[in-house]
C-alpha cells in the first residue's frame, strides 16, 4: 500500500524566500506524481505534473523535482510571495485497489504562510 | 480549458435524509471521474472510481449503497449520500480525467467541493 509522506507540514517565511517542500514515497512503481496548492475550503488547483521517466518539470517560479529509486520529490518555489499561502499537496499515481486500475495517493499537505 | 464544476458549494442536512452533489466537467469528457472525502487538517481519501456506463468501484472501507455513485454521462457524476448521519459531515470533492492516450499522461482536474453539514 501506497504512503506519501509531507515534510514539513507547516512552514512560514518572510516574502521573497527561496523554499523547498518534500514528499517521499515508499513505493516507486508510480505513474507519475503531482503538485497541487490548494486554497482554505476549496478544491485543488494542478501545478506540475511529472511523468515517472522524467526528473523535473518547471512552471514559472516552481521547479518540482523526482528520483523514483529514493521515493522522493521535491517542489521548489522561487521568490515566494504573500499569494503563495496555501496547502500544497503531492500525490502519486499508481496501482488502485478496490477494483479501480490505478488512483491518486496523497500526502497531507504543507502548509505554507508566505508573510508580508 | 479543463474546468470541474460542483453542486452545491455548501449543503446542510437533517440526519437520515439524502444528500446528491454532482460533479460536471464542463469542456472536456470524461470517461472516469474520482470522489475523494477530506476531513479538517487531513488529505484526500480517494472513496471511489466513477465510470461512465458502468457501476462505480469502491475504495475498501467505503459502504456503496451509502454512498451511491451514477455515472451516467461523459460530463456528469453524481454522489448521493444515503440516510446522511452527522459521521458523514465532511468535505466531498470530486475530479473528471482528461484521458491523453496513456494513464501516465491522464491528468485529473478537481471540482471547488462540496461542504457537507449533518445535524
Known amino acids: 500500500k501506497q504512503e506519501v509522506t509531507q515534510i514539513p507540514a507547516a512552514l512560514s517565511v518572510p516574502e521573497g524566500e527561496n523554499l523547498v517542500l518534500n514528499c517521499s514515497f515508499t513505493?516507486?512503481?508510480?505513474?507519475?506524481l503531482q503538485w497541487f496548492r490548494q486554497d482554505p475550503g476549496k478544491g485543488l488547483t494542478s501545478l506540475l505534473l511529472?511523468?515517472?521517466?522524467?526528473r523535473e518539470q518547471t512552471s514559472g517560479r516552481l521547479n518540482a523535482s523526482l528520483d523514483k529509486s529514493s521515493g522522493r520529490s521535491t517542489l521548489y518555489i522561487a521568490a515566494s510571495q504573500p499569494g503563495d499561502s496555501a496547502t500544497y499537496l503531492c500525490a502519486s499515481k499508481g496501482e488502485g485497489s478496490g477494483g479501480s486500475n490505478y488512483k491518486l495517493t496523497f500526502g497531507k499537505g504543507t502548509l505554507l504562510t508566505v508573510n508580508p | 480549458g479543463a474546468v470541474v464544476s460542483q453542486h452545491p458549494s455548501r449543503v446542510i442536512c437533517k440526519s437520515g435524509t439524502s444528500v446528491k452533489i454532482e460533479c460536471r466537467s464542463l469542456d472536456f469528457q470524461a470517461t472516469t471521474m474520482f470522489w475523494y472525502r477530506q476531513f479538517p487538517k487531513q488529505s484526500l481519501m480517494l472513496m471511489a472510481t466513477?465510470?461512465?456506463?458502468?457501476?462505480?468501484?469502491?475504495e475498501q472501507g467505503v459502504e456503496k449503497d451509502k454512498f451511491l455513485i451514477n455515472h451516467a454521462s461523459l460530463t456528469l457524476s453524481t454522489l448521493t449520500v444515503t440516510s446522511a448521519h452527522p459521521e458523514d459531515s465532511s468535505f466531498y470533492i470530486c475530479s473528471a480525467e482528461r484521458s491523453s492516450g496513456h494513464v501516465s499522461y491522464n491528468e485529473q482536474f478537481f471540482g471547488p467541493g462540496t461542504r457537507l453539514t449533518v445535524l
Open positions: 466513477s465510470n461512465e456506463g458502468s457501476k462505480a468501484t469502491y
Open positions: 513505493d516507486s512503481a508510480i505513474y507519475n
Open positions: 511529472i511523468q515517472s521517466s522524467q
